[in-house]
């Protein structure tokens, strides 16, 4: 009688075990595998986001082409001066389209990591000062200055034609964002064997929480500007992948006492 109650109660506490255990390696597979795909999920989701707002931008220009030459058709016999103003905007919003299809294609090569760079040993300073030459003319136009501060006298194996574009992406932004009268400063400068290449100007600046945005595609941190003014979102994404292209980093920081500053490492 004795040896049957022990017998049943060892069989009791071996099921009560033997569930325990299967519970816990359940739960236990079920939160690895959640880590495990999290990252899948997550690309996924940027991915779709992606498209979904590559097919946005994407849509309007081409709509507006549209209606424009639909407007053309019903009137063929108008005069190309009476129709400039929509000949116009066609050719604006197709150039529009063009510079969107180019940027998606810069992206699209990175994620395929198929960007090649034609590197050359090149001074960063000389090359700063090919690139921002134009737009010292360009500022002054809009009664902004640009001033350089270059003090690095280092020479780095880039691709020239990147760092351009890298250049252009940021200057653009801080001649949009400076208003009359402000300045924008390009500083160069050497720190633990890396060139620094700062971006500075004393514009609107951006928010804490902006910041943590800038990078990602398609992101706007003025969503009040309109198609003139604005880009598509994908200039700083394009800018940090020439950097990460380059071994560098690429960070937003506030300048004080108002405005933004880029710091490039290379």
């Known amino acids: 009688m004795i040896r049957s109650i022990s017998l049943k109660s060892l069989k009791n506490k ?17 939160i690895l595998s959640r880590r ?24 309007t220009p081409l709509t507006i082409i549209q209606a424009k030459q639909q407007l053309l058709l019903k009137e063929p016999e108008s005069k190309i001066i009476d129709k400039s103003e929509d000949i116009s905007l066609t050719i604006s919003e197709t150039r529009r389209l063009t510079k969107l299809i ?8 990175a994620d395929s990591n198929q960007m090649k ?13 090919e690139i921002t030459t134009p737009y010292v003319e360009y500022a002054q136009m809009q009664n902004k200055q640009l001033k350089l501060e270059l003090n690095c006298n280092k020479s780095e194996n880039i691709d020239t034609n990147k760092i351009t574009e890298l250049m ?32 500075i100007d004393e514009g609107i600046g951006i928010s804490d929480e902006q910041k943590k945005h800038i990078f990602e595609r398609f992101y706007r941190a003025d969503k009040a500007r309109s198609r003139e003014t604005g880009g598509t979102g994908l200039g700083l994404a ?24 880029f710091v490039v490492k290379i």
């Open 14 to 30: 071996l099921f009560y075990i033997s569930t325990i255990i299967i519970t816990t390696s359940a739960i236990a597979s079920y």
């Open 238 to 261: 394009i800018a940090q992948t020439i950097v990460k292209a380059h071994g560098g980093t690429i960070k937003v920081q506030n300048n004080e006492p108002k405005g933004t500053k």
């Open 102 to 109: 180019n940027e998606l294609m810069v992206l699209a090569t």
């Open 36 to 59: 495990t795909l999290k990252p899948i999920f997550i690309a996924w989701e940027k991915q779709t986001e992606f498209v979904q707002n590559a097919a946005h931008e994407l849509r």
């Open 168 to 199: 252009v992406i940021l200057l653009d932004n801080a001649i949009k964002y400076t208003k009359e009268g402000e300045n924008i400063t390009v500083k160069t400068y050497t720190k633990d064997t890396k060139a620094i290449i700062e971006v």
């Open 117 to 129: 760079l034609k590197k050359e040993e090149r001074n960063i300073d000389q090359v700063i000062t």
